[in-house]
């Protein structure tokens, strides 16, 4: 394909981007998330509330405890211990109540988690449906299939463990903070500017982790589009004994890939002992400074035992929240990370269809075209008038022209240039020339898998702006030089090309194709399940399957980009006979291998360079002795 971007994938990989807003989108992914689990992250939310409410009643009761009953009791020489016991049953209730909200969470974030998992591949997969085939050309497959993978897996432990965390932790911050200003002013402030410290430190490292982890991202999909790569094409890398050569480069990529992988958990995993112990050094300067106050004989900032006692539990349960957020920020950064890839690929805009005339199966009655839902082998292209609603009915012939065509995949280079054919109905135009010629780039314009920058295209009258892309493409059988096989059985393979088709139409169709004696002595014939893109078939029975599924479908246009490039000179003999039955009455556009495949064509179209140098019958051609006898006799002169 001239000019075409897609070239070796490997080395077509974007640069690595940077974090444009964590904060974006993380908000991005919470709404993502209520939106569709809006009753759940309710209820999540009301149970993080009660098991905080209940460890931070726990605590306070601590002091009640000292105060109120074990100090007062230790003077009575018959203590009641009655009220005490009644106390703490009231705890353990609370206590019961928390942990039975701790379950309930639990349980309700591996739903939503899960949940969202799936939602989000499905929504990737819908929206990669709608991509333009230039998204495809010019990024790595394997990048694409770690969006789904790694990416997607990121975000498991973020929801189930790190978002309920961050949740808790800032309800725990508030209630914990109230609870200590009630008790003691002076130690709250004391833990205040340690915890200032400690977020400053938290920042810094967050930081540097971050542009790590998006990086590990990023090498993990350059990573797993080379192996991708590598894996499709073992045959070639064995047989030019590139293994050395592949090794070398695979270590450099996974080097890579280890040194922001070291980077990013080496930031993250420092911070969380860091914290932890700022943690105690806040809860060893409380613990001086409240022993000072309690001792105090009296004072405005005096404090009880109990109090000291349950402030500095208050102590350790301020500072337990930004270490459990430092444990999660592993986590949460490199899901940000995979969050914004799948975000970008779903921001990527999805192919543009402002085509208004659709195809439909037509009948004549009383010798007008009207439409019907069964198939009568006449179609036509229906056009709705805007204005007045009107409904034309135009019987689709198969007539093309493209009318002085430039095209090119990027902007700086034009790959085609005034480019002018003349196809009418039931035609064989045969386009031959060099590789890079531009032959496969003009079948991609008629499939508007890409658009023209300047000229016309029409399709019996109609410019194919103007007709709906899968419309336009069900009128054309495609058969690429690259076979594409499922992995199902061979039948709904075929029946891949018309969904509607019966068993007895997919046999006809393999008949057609020649491909029913040896699809038959298969072990399971129709029924025999390809694997692997059709491993366990050769080149040549793979083309023949796709050569049946263009049958099957029975389209009133054929489009043949070198189909029978991988069968043998025999088998091609066979097949061709068949080939000029599926094309009878329909207009073919070829791409030819070999050019005896075309002499019977009535228009041979020569190109090179992107540019038509010669055109005629194969007989006018070589009376010329111009290009095309060149390539026909191999006679340079």
């Not at 508030?174 to 130690?187: D, E, G, K, N, T």
């Not at 075929?494 to 509607?500: A, K, T, V």
């Not at 030819?592 to 179209?605: E, G, Y």
């Amino acid at each position: 394909m001239a000019g075409h971007p897609g070239g070796s994938r490997r080395h077509n990989m974007q640069p690595r981007p940077k974090v444009k807003n964590p904060g974006k989108t993380f908000k991005r992914l919470i709404g993502l998330i209520t939106r569709r689990y809006k009753v759940q992250f309710i209820l999540v939310f009301v149970c993080i509330i009660i098991s905080v409410l209940s460890s931070v009643q726990g605590t306070l009761f601590i002091k009640n405890l000292i105060d109120d009953y074990i100090v007062p009791m230790k003077s009575q020489p018959t203590p009641d211990f009655t009220p005490l016991l009644l106390a703490i049953l009231r705890v353990a209730v609370f206590y019961l109540m928390g942990a039975l909200a701790n379950y309930a969470q639990s349980r309700i974030m591996v739903y939503v988690t899960q949940g969202t998992m799936r939602d989000l591949r499905c929504d990737l997969f819908q929206h990669m449906e709608s991509l333009p085939v230039k998204y495809f050309d010019t990024h790595p497959h394997g990048d694409i299939m770690s969006v789904y993978t790694n990416d997607v897996d990121t975000l498991r432990q973020m929801i189930s463990q790190g978002m309920p965390q961050i949740f808790n932790s800032a309800i725990t911050i508030v209630s914990v903070l109230i609870s200590m200003f009630a008790i003691s002013v002076p130690l709250t402030l004391v833990t205040l500017a340690m915890v200032f410290a400690v977020m400053m430190i938290s920042k810094s490292l967050m930081a540097k982790s971050s542009k790590y982890f998006l990086a590990q991202q990023t090498d993990l999909g350059k990573q797993n589009g080379y192996i991708e790569e590598m894996m499709k094409g073992q045959k070639v890398v064995k047989v030019f004994n590139h293994e050395k050569k592949s090794l070398e480069e695979f270590k450099e990529l996974n080097d890579t890939l280890f040194h922001s992988s070291y980077n990013a958990n080496m930031f993250a995993n420092i911070l969380m002992p860091i914290n932890a112990q700022m943690g105690n050094l806040s809860y060893v300067l409380c613990a001086i400074v409240g022993g000072a106050l309690a001792t105090a004989a009296s004072g405005f900032f005096g404090i009880t035992l109990g109090s000291l006692v349950s402030f500095l539990s208050f102590n350790k349960s301020f500072s337990q929240p930004i270490n459990q957020v430092s444990q999660q920020i592993n986590s949460i950064v490199m899901a940000l990370a995979g969050a914004e890839r799948i975000f970008e690929m779903l921001d990527e805009p999805g192919e543009e269809d402002n085509g208004y005339v659709t195809l439909v199966n037509a009948k004549e009655v009383d010798g007008k075209l009207t439409e019907t839902e069964e198939r009568t082998g006449v179609w036509a292209w229906k056009h709705v008038h805007q204005a007045t609603g009107d409904v034309d009915y135009i019987r689709l012939q198969g007539a093309l022209v493209m009318d002085d065509v430039d095209f090119g995949y990027t902007a700086e280079k034009t790959v085609l240039h005034n480019v002018s054919i003349y196809a009418e109905p039931g035609q064989k135009i045969a386009f031959v020339g060099s590789t890079g010629a531009g032959k496969t780039t003009i079948t991609n314009l008629i499939n508007r898998f890409y658009d023209i920058q300047d000229g016309k295209i029409r399709y019996d009258g109609i410019n194919i702006n103007k007709i709906k892309k899968s419309d336009l493409r069900r009128s054309l059988g495609i058969v690429l030089q690259e076979t594409n096989l499922f992995s199902d059985t061979i039948m709904e393979n075929i029946r891949y090309g018309r969904l509607d088709a019966t068993d007895e139409e997919v046999i006809a169709a393999a008949k057609l194709a020649n491909a029913d004696s040896f699809i038959r002595q298969l072990p399971d014939g129709y029924n025999t399940v390809i694997k692997a893109d059709g491993g366990n078939l050769s080149q040549g029975q793979r083309q023949m399957l796709a050569i049946a599924r263009a049958a099957v479908a029975d389209p009133p246009a054929l489009i043949l980009d070198e189909a029978t490039s991988s069968i043998d000179t025999r088998t091609e003999r066979m097949v061709q006979d068949s080939m000029d039955k599926l094309m009878k009455n329909r207009t073919t556009f070829v791409i030819a291998h070999r050019l005896s495949t075309v002499k019977n064509s009535d228009c041979i179209i020569v190109l090179e360079q992107g540019r038509i140098i010669e055109r005629g019958t194969h007989d006018q051609l070589l009376e010329q002795k111009g290009k095309y006898y060149q390539l026909y006799t191999g006679n340079a002169s």
